[in-house]
């Protein structure tokens, strides 16, 4: 009796067991086949990355809304734990603004567009439209939210949705504070799983996208990828060795660099395996807690960190923001510059924990910049190289800040080797 259906079940399970991102990268590497072998075809297919393109258009205001409103919300409770919460995103957010200036800096020196140019004609954005720093700012003040959402204004979005989340902290609960919030949480919810499901066109929305630029550019496109995997990976190691390592280890907390990031290496291979900062958790904070981060510090910081911690990613959007503009012709403006680190570091409150959010971060860049939503496809079929490099410096950046805010509250213990600290804490 079971027969067929059990055999199409089997099917669909394996496909699952596949993975998304590997059936992305099999997308990116048929459409590159197929644009080279038949370039006409390929030519013909450029729709299936417009409507990719759309789809993610589509999710990314409702998805980013709902997020923020909640972690704003989040944020104002955290208030109960005083001077630590602050600490920790005061911290957060430096060093990723810190991260997002090593990506466009390493970004710029390699040129990682340059080699060929695509031409802008019919794309779904345009950065012609240049702005003095000050208009941008004001811009970023909506006079209209209904209208800022319908045209995707995302900084706008991301302004008012901050703004209503901490307002919502400051409503009694018997005004229907816990009502709103757990709207918005079950929205953010249903955001997700549609995101989910918009994701899982990106594969045939990748195809077609490399078999037309294949198709109309030839084998040059290909050069870019190679240099933007290495700025990736380059701004990556510079901010951990540098920033979180140097600085933040070495400078605030006057511990042995070089010993933190030997110590960490078994961490850092984990989380480059499983690509998860939230799979990382548990064997993060053993390490941390071995370098001398107090119990209750980590214990609060890490896991916060997992989620709203995302040096890498915003490196990465950085290389990939220019990435776009380079290989689509455009020039950047000081300006626009400032905008992709302003809208990085926003982004990355927002689509924390999302599937996929290092591509939904890029659409709320590449919008801020004014930049064509095509690169989003463009980098998706080598998304998963660059997030095991983008791993480096969100689990270094985890472990380094609860260092400082441990070194900040005067809590800073002794580092230990792995058997004093089994003894230490099986004694406790």
Known sequence: MPGNVTREEENVKRLKKVGLFTWILIGFIAGIILGIVAPEAGKELRFLGTILTNLLNMVVVPLVMSLLITAAA???????????????????????????????????????????????????????????????????????????????????????????????????EDKGRSTVQRFFSGVAEVMKKITNIVLWFSPIGVFGLMAWVVGTYGLAILGPYAKAIAAVYLGCIIHALVTQAGLMIGGICHRNPIRFVKEYLQTILFAVATCSSVATIPLNLKTAKRM???????????????VINMDGTAIYEAVAAIFA????????????????????????IGTAGVPGSGLIMLTVVLNAAGLPLEAVGLLAGVDRFLNMGRMIPNIFGDGATSLVVSKLEGKLGPMMSEEEYNKTHEAA
């Open 325 to 348: 503009a380079q290989v689509f012709g455009i020039d950047l403006s000081i300006t626009q510059q400032i905008m992709i680190m302003l809208s990085a570091v926003l982004a990355s």
């Open 74 to 172: 989040d944020v104002g409770d955290m208030k109960k734990l005083g001077k630590r919460a602050g600490r920790t995103f005061v911290i957060f957010m430096i060093t990723t603004a810190i991260a997002i200036l090593i990506g466009l800096v390493v970004a710029n020196l390699l040129a990682v567009g340059k080699g060929v140019t695509i031409s802008t004609e019919g794309l779904t954005a345009d950065a012609s439209n240049k702005m003095n720093i000050l208009d941008t700012l004001m811009g970023i003040i909506p006079t209209n939210i209904f209208s800022s959402m319908s045209s995707a204004n995302l900084l706008q979005c991301i302004f008012f949705a901050l703004l209503f989340g901490f307002a919502l902290t400051l409503i009694p």
């Open 292 to 306: 001398g981060a107090a119990d209750d510090v980590a214990d609060f910081v890490i896991p916060f960190g997992a």
